[in-house]
Structures are given as structure tokens and as C-alpha cells.
């Protein structure tokens, strides 16, 4: 699609154009009715919702509320379009959405994509094709049911007349909207459920894909920003005079995040900041470190936390005769989320508007930010999304955003801010830590009949609080916003509100066990937390699954068969019957190698993964992972698979190696030789296996992930006896080894 | 200073000790090759020099002159290489941009191993990060680009 057409869309996506499929309502239907005959009168373009847009050349433009990250939701998009308007899916184009509040909350995560659009995304293209088809019926004075679409023609076999979609806009737009057009029966798929290539596959080999990083403006000026080693530190003076004089330099300006350089290009920037001499606050994050916060967590895990859930009663049964018990306390760090292309945004405040173009998960976010720090209206405010460059939950952030905007404010032309890798190592928004004691029993015949988890960690919802007025409508006075922003803030951290974030995974227990006290405390401190792949189950699938298998070592029974005896969910079961199955569970290992085995349900999908490895040398050496997945239909299993490795790859990278700490306030990560990603080397063979299921579709993203840590400890522990309760791994063996010797 | 980049000639007046690949990113406006990390550990910004792989990101631009620089913009002149094919069939790319540098080091390992084992492709491939996780597709990619190359393919 050229730039012209893009920026054309756009514009109507941010327009009045209501989705005709899922608002009937007379008024604004026929304001829909009108707004698209307009529009196809003088473009010859038949958009009969915000998802769908027929060219007159017969290119198919698709609006996508989603943002690409990776994760293959502008291909999943082009297939269910493809699939229901009878279109080849390279004449689609699928493309990011403006900001628009049409679309709702617009916001891209919780492994959600898929499940939220599979409907109205079909019912889309499916109401498009019943009114190209009537369009064509009544040309033709042939009944509609006498045609059919076929690759982007509409065709009567009885007479052999066909015409193109595109040919047919006009009249089309004439017809009246469908509200609740027939959906195909899957039987009849021909793209859905099977693998298809990626509609940015090309783009992203040919160096023509564009990141946020790659957005060109006119007039703007690129900004590096020198940020202050402590966190939250602010400038309290500095001397630009020497900076300014470097070529290419526009300007230097200091605010809340440091002091930037603008300059005509990036590189220049980059060596005039050199030359700033900066003096910098104090802030409150300088007493923070590491010891200290696990030294708190440690002593808060000791006591009792709110309970959660509750049933029978632990204590006494764990005092029962002939019960074993075991209590084990898991650590997981601070994370990064080190996507690949680190944090950028490119922004222009005008007069009386502003445009935005960023890499980010929530563009009403990025508008809404916006809007605050420029005094303009939200409506006033213009959100491109660009594709990601790796998102994790990272970019839903309005960090990043704010900077360039309130950079353009000052200097009144479009700036482009980039981080460095150090920037974005050490910028914030972290994977919370967490410190979790279990305790649990077994009977005399082996069966689990206590289980209790207390887990310390920091809530994300509180900073997330701040972002929250994105979701309270426009016509609310900015002083409301700012009350109810505040009382909720307060709300999450006094732990009024439930903390079901943090205990997602945990919260609900896979296994039958009649004595259960789930319990959580809230340790506060003053990094910034947000959402990371998987969240909550980031953590506590490794602890959930750790500790189960070291139940069934108390029990003395095999791991894979005291899990299949206990699970409660029977697609939690069939999952981990299949992942044993196709490891080839219960056969020999090479020497110093072992399997582990984890299952887990997050994000209303259902995996198991079985890893096999060992320790070589003194380090970890993870030779194989075996994963089965149950989410539902599949769009593109081909993705599916995708993700799975992608989900396993991140999730035992954090689990051998990462960890964010501080010292003083300063975080000691910085690039990737101190934040170690998995490398080609490392990497394990991956055998991935979906299972069949008509069930509604649910999250690919993050699902693969929770499994990978703990299945991994349960191998290690199989090879070598070592059970690894802390991650990162090469801490925990560390201490092992320490320890023996 | 004067160098070759994809075939063509070019001019650029920047201090010497300016990394390449801003020069090539920004004085150029070839936006293929990525900057991930600025020292050498990512490999996202991958290029070849003379036909070597080079990270741009640690090489002074004042290194260059007189000598023949290629991006991915310029790894086959009629549409995609080989390793680029390969790359699309086996849906390759995830978030896609580390994937640029990870063609380039492809195509150069390719250059000098028509056929690599899985210790080629560990020993050169490792220098190039996937925050995505696509190592594996990558390995197989390689040894597909491999028999393109070999059946006739661009090289």
C-alpha cells in the first residue's frame, strides 16, 4: 500500500465511520450508510466498516485495532478477512490502526488478539461480501443466492457474468448493512487452519519494513536524551554551551528525564552529548538495592499475607499423621524486557494538534499522554503505530511517548527521540520481583493434601493506575479524571482491590488438594513495574510447577505420573499426556541428562512442556523442549508454532540467566554482554504439537512461556539431584556450588 | 569521503570516527540495517565490507573509504537472494528487526560455506541475537538458502 492510501485510511479510521456490524441503532447506522456511499461516489473505495476497505484496483485494505509485534496479528487478520470476503490474501493489505476511539480500548496484550476479533473480524468481511454480492444481484437482476465470490470476483456460474470487487464498489456502498450476516461453517475453510506465509514476511527481509526507529519526517530534528545514572534523579543545572556549538545541533533542552540533545541527526546528537557537563538531584531511589529489597520480601514471606482463596485447612493437615512435608521458598528478579529495537517515538505538536508515531501497544495511551502534557484534546491528537520491534508488554508505556512530544512542544518541530540499549536496560518498567514460600504435604498413600503459597511481590497495577483514565471518556472534566486516577492508585496499593494480577497462575490450583491457603503481600518500592510476557505466571509458573514436582519426589512417585493423577482440568491433562508422550517420557537420557515436565493454563490456553538437559561443564545445557499446546481453533498453527518457540526461547533465557538489580539506585544491567539473551548456540531443538480443537481460539503470545522455567528446574534436579529454586539458574547452581564447596 | 555502497559510488563530508552505520542509516537514508545495541553485541546492524561481515555499529566510517560496502538493500539486485527466500518460506521473521543483520551474517556465511553444518552455523550465527526466538527457523532457513543456492538459486 503507497503512503498516499495509508494516510487516506488513516483518516478514516479516525473519522465518524461507525463499525455498521456492531452498532445497530438507526441513527448511527444510517449515518454509516451515508458517510460510505459518500465516500465511494468520489473515491470509487467500498468501505462498509472501520476493518474494510475495497479498492478500486481490488486491493483489499484491512484496518487492524491490533499492534504487530511479532506475534503475527496483522497476517491473522489478513487470513480471517481473506477466508470471509473470498480474497487472496496477497491482495490484502493489513495494516496497524490509528488511534481511534471507535475502537475501543485499542490496546494489544494479554494474549487477547485472537480471541477478541475472531468474530467481529469475519463478521466484517463476511457483511462486505453479502453486500458486494448484492450489489452484483442487483446489477445483473439475478437472485444473490444464484452468486458466489471467488478470489476477489463475484461470479454467476449460470450466465458466466463475473466483476471485480473493486469494479463493484460503488454500487455496493448503495447496498443496505448487513447486521448479522452468515459466518462460514470451518468445514468450508480454505485459509483458516492451515499454515500461510506471513503478509510482512517480505518487508521484514528486504529492509523495507518500517519501526518506529525508521519513521522520516519533514523538518524533524532527531534527540538523544542523557539520562541520570539514578533512577528519577532530575537536572538540576547544566552547561549546554558547548554541546551547542557541535554541528548539527538545534537546541538543548533539560527537563523531568534529563537533558536532550537536538540535532539534525541522530549521530550528531549522540557526539554533542558528550560535551554536556550536568548536575543531578537527588531521588528517592538512590537508597534502593537488591539486598535490601530481598531482605524485606524475605522477612514479609515469613508472615501471613491476605488470603486469596482458601479451603479446608492447611496447618492442621499438614500436622496429620503420616504426612510429609516440605516448604521451599522461590525467588524470581526484576526483568527487562530488552526488546530488540529499544524505545523510540516520533512526535509533532502543531497549533492545535499533535501527531504521534509510535511502536506502541496502546495507542489511546500514547494520545492520552499526549493530551495531558499538550493541553489539546484527545481528539486533536493523531496515534500512528508503527511495527514494534519487539513489544512484551514494554510498549503499552507511555514513557517513551511523552518524552518526544514534550520535546516537540519546546522546539516546535517534529522530533525524533531513540534510546540507546543502556537507556532502555536501565530506564524502568520492570518484570516485578517476587519471593514466594510453599508449603505443602503429602499422605501416607503419596497423595498431595496441602498446598500453600504466600507470595511477596510488587503489584503492577499501581503504576498501571496512572494510565488508567485512558478508559474514562472524553466528556469527563480533567479534575474527575484526576480523583478517580488517584483513588484507584490508592485503592491497589493499600490492597483493597485484589491483587489478581500477581497471583494469576497461582490463584487457582491445577491440582486436586483439599487443603489450600493462597495468600499475597504487597511489598512496594519505587521502580517502575509494568507488564512482561506472561505477567503473573511469568513467576509463578516456575513456582507453582517447581513445587509440584518436588511433591511428587516427596511422594516418591514419577513427576509426569503424579501430575496426571492430580490435575483437575481434563485439557490440562490431555496437554501433559501428549508433552510426556511425544518427549518420549520414561526413556533413557544420555548420561547427565534428565527430563522435566510442567504444565500450566494461563491466558485461557493450556501448555505443557517437557525440556530435557543437563549440566555440562558447570552449565546449563538444554538439549530439547517438547511442547504441546490446546488453544482452541487456530487461525495459522504455522504462528502458532511461532510463538511457542518464541515464548519458550524468552522464558529460559530469563530463567538461566537475567536479572535486573540495583546498587545505590543505579540498575547494573546495561547491554546484552551483562543481560544475557539465549544465543544460536545455546538453543534447543523445539518440537512443538497443537492439539485439535473446535473450541473458541485463545492466547498464543504468552502461554508457552510459564512452563519453560520450571519444566527446566524439574530436569536439572532429574539429571544431577540439584533442585534450582531462585532464577536466574546460574545464580541458583552458584550458590549450590558455593555451598558444597 | 568516497566508498561504494550496493554498486553505486558515493560522497559523504562527516568526521571520520562517525559509526558506519549511522552514516548509512542517516547520510544515506538506508534504513534495512537496524541499531540494536551500539557495541558489537547484537548484530542487528550486520553489513558486509568487501564481501566480509562487519558489525557498522563499532566501524569508523573514515575505515571505509575506498572500499565496497553492501546492505541488505543491496543483497540481490533483482528481488530477494536466496537467504531472503528461505527466510520467507520458512516464516521466518517474528517482531523482524533483528532480521536484516541476520540475512547479512547468512548470506556471508553462505559466501564462504556453501554447505554448513550445525557447528558453522553455531560458531557464526551466535553473534546475532533474536530477542523473538527464531534461531530455530534461522537454522533451517540457512540450510534451505543452501540448497537454493545450490539448485541454481541467486547467489
Known sequence: MNRREFLRVSALTTGALVIGVQFSGCSSTKKAQREMEKLAAETGEFAPNMYITVMPDNRVLVAVEKSEMGQGVLTSHAMLVAEELDVPLDQIDAFSADGAPQWGMQMTGGSTSTSQTYIPVRTAAASAKVMLLGAAAAKWGVPAAELEGVDGVVRHAASGRKETYGALAKDAAKQPIPQDPPLKNPADFKVLGKKAIRTDARAKVDGTAVFGMDVVVDGMVNAYIVRPRVMGAKPLSFDGSAAKKEPGVVDVIGFERGVAVLAEKYWQARRAALKLEIEWSDSRHSSMNTAKIRAMGYDAVGGKGTSYHNEGNVKRAMKREGVKTIEAIYEAPFLAHATMSPQNCTAHVRENEVEIWAPTQAPPIAQEVASRITGIPRDKVIAHVTLLGGGFGRRAGPDFVAEAVELSKRCGRPVKVVWSREDDMSGGYYRPFAINKMEGGVDADGKPIAWRYHSVSQPISTDFANWLSVIFPDWMPNITTKVMTRSIGTMFRSGLVPEVISTEGARHVAYDIENQSIEFTPLQTTVPVTFWRSVGHSYNGFVVESFSDELAHLAGEDPFEFRRKHIKDPRLKAVLERAAKEAGWGEPTEEGYGRGIAAHFSFDSYVAEVVEAGLKDGEIDVRRVTCVVDCGVTVNPDIVKANMESSIIFGLSAAIWQKITFEDGVVQQGNFDDYPLMRMFQTPEIDVHIMESNAPPTGVGEPGLPPAAPALANAIFAANGIRMRKMPFVDALADHFEKEG | ?155
Open chain 2, 1 to 155: 569521503m568516497k566508498f561504494k555502497v550496493n554498486g553505486k559510488e558515493v560522497e559523504v563530508d562527516v568526521p571520520e570516527d562517525v559509526p558506519l552505520l549511522w552514516v548509512i542509516r542517516e547520510e544515506l537514508g538506508l534504513l534495512g540495517t537496524k541499531f540494536g545495541c551500539g557495541k558489537a553485541q547484537c548484530g542487528a546492524c550486520t553489513v558486509h565490507l568487501d564481501g566480509e561481515a562487519r558489525r557498522s555499529c563499532v566501524t569508523a566510517v573514515g575505515d571505509v573509504e575506498g572500499h565496497e560496502i553492501t546492505t541488505v538493500e543491496g543483497l540481490d539486485e533483482d528481488g530477494l537472494h536466496a537467504v531472503q527466500q528461505a527466510w520467507v518460506e520458512a516464516n521466518v521473521p517474528q517482531c523482524g528487526f533483528c532480521q536484516t543483520g541476520q540475512i547479512m551474517m547468512a548470506a556471508a556465511l553462505l559466501a564462504k560455506i556453501p554447505d554448513p553444518t550445525d557447528e558453522h552455523i553455531d560458531a557464526v550465527m551466535s553473534g546475532n541475537l533474536c530477542r523473538c526466538g527464531t534461531y530455530p527457523r534461522i537454522r533451517a532457513a540457512i540450510k534451505r538458502a543452501a540448497e537454493l543456492i545450490r539448485d541454481g538459486g541467486e547467489q
